[in-house]
């Protein structure tokens, strides 16, 4: 098991969220907000987040 995978691009504030551990409230905001795909792994923010 991955314990850690987060990805950061800092200059654009795109992120990867794939195998990061989140309680259920800062997933639920962290999809609300979520509108940009990480420009490494060109994977949806909210596909990383697993939001519905």
Not at 1 to 21: A, E, L, W
Not at 27 to 35: S, T
Request: aromatic residues 10%.
């Amino acid at each position: 098991m991955d314990i850690f995978k987060f990805q950061s691009n800092k200059k654009h504030g795109d992120f990867g969220f794939t195998d990061v551990p989140l309680r259920d409230d800062q997933g639920e905001y962290l999809c609300k907000v979520a509108d940009r795909a990480n420009p490494m792994t060109r994977s949806a923010t909210r596909d990383t987040l697993l939001c519905r």
